[in-house]
């Protein structure tokens, strides 16, 4: 969940300006906002009020009327859309609040991909109940969805309970990879596309076709159950 949770993020917020102004110069000090900026958590946050650095994607204006605007903003997660009309208010000379928001997007996950609590509710029902899964199965994706957006490395048979045993995932093991910086997050997957982790990148994968050996990926957190796959490894034990 953390993975998703820090992923990009898209609202729709309205903002209220607290007089008068021209549309134009609006336009223009929205996109002032666009790229990296400095910002400082709001007095009321669940955070640390230290100043930091957050990039802002794009700002879209999608209507306006009297003193209200519309916007769609996409950004890093952790950016305060609240901060960011209250700056534009600054510059306009008069001030400006956020009046509601609505989280669209965080990450791959869209409004598409919601679903009620009362289906939730109906689905586990079914299942326990009826032992009838059909909707539980229409309404859960399969956990390697999530890993869309992080770089990942598919590797052999062989190293993947290795793996489910918090070993390393080191350079023979690796069958393919996408690019990817070190200190990277990295999902491995099996060779039939199963998430097996999310570990770490030790090196960039530009170094990998000049490794025999050593280190790629150092495991945070095993997702696949042990021994689903061959124990491969035992025989070194021996």
């Known amino acids: 969940?953390?993975?998703?949770?820090?992923?990009?993020?898209?609202?729709?917020?309205?903002?209220?300006?607290?007089?008068?102004?021209?549309?134009?110069?609006?336009?223009?000090?929205?996109?002032?906002?666009?790229?990296?900026?400095?910002?400082?958590?709001?007095?009321?946050?669940?955070?640390?009020?230290?100043?930091?650095?957050?990039?802002?994607?794009?700002?879209?204006?999608?209507?306006?009327?009297?003193?209200?605007?519309?916007?769609?903003?996409?950004?890093?997660?952790?950016?305060?859309?609240?901060?960011?009309?209250?700056?534009?208010?600054?510059?306009?000379?008069?001030?400006?609040?956020?009046?509601?928001?609505?989280?669209?997007?965080?990450?791959?996950?869209?409004?598409?991909?919601?679903?009620?609590?009362?289906?939730?509710?109906?689905?586990?029902y079914m299942w326990k109940n009826c032992k009838d899964e059909t909707d539980l199965r229409k309404l859960l994706l399969p956990e390697e969805f999530a890993t869309c957006g992080i770089p990942k490395v598919i590797i052999d048979d062989n190293a993947v309970n290795a793996i489910t045993y918090g070993a390393m995932l080191t350079a023979p093991g690796i069958v393919a990879f996408q690019n990817f910086k070190s200190k990277d997050n990295v999902a491995i997957l099996t060779l039939k596309g199963e998430l097996v982790a999310i570990g770490e990148a030790e090196v960039n994968s530009s170094q990998i076709l000049n490794m025999k050996k050593g280190i790629v990926i150092r495991p945070k957190r095993v997702i696949m159950p042990r021994d689903i796959y061959p124990r491969s490894w035992k025989k070194h034990e021996q």
Do not use: W
């Open 1 to 124: 969940m953390n993975y998703i949770s820090s992923s990009g993020k898209e609202y729709v917020c309205l903002m209220q300006v607290h007089c008068h102004f021209d549309f134009k110069e609006l336009e223009n000090i929205l996109k002032k906002f666009i790229g990296t900026i400095y910002q400082k958590p709001p007095v009321r946050s669940s955070v640390k009020r230290r100043t930091r650095k957050r990039n802002v994607y794009n700002i879209e204006i999608l209507d306006h009327e009297g003193k209200f605007v519309l916007l769609k903003i996409s950004s890093d997660p952790g950016t305060y859309m609240r901060k960011i009309c209250h700056d534009v208010g600054i510059i306009l000379g008069c001030g400006a609040h956020m009046r509601e928001l609505r989280r669209i997007r965080s990450g791959i996950f869209t409004e598409k991909n919601l679903v009620t609590l009362q289906e939730v509710s109906e689905a586990l």
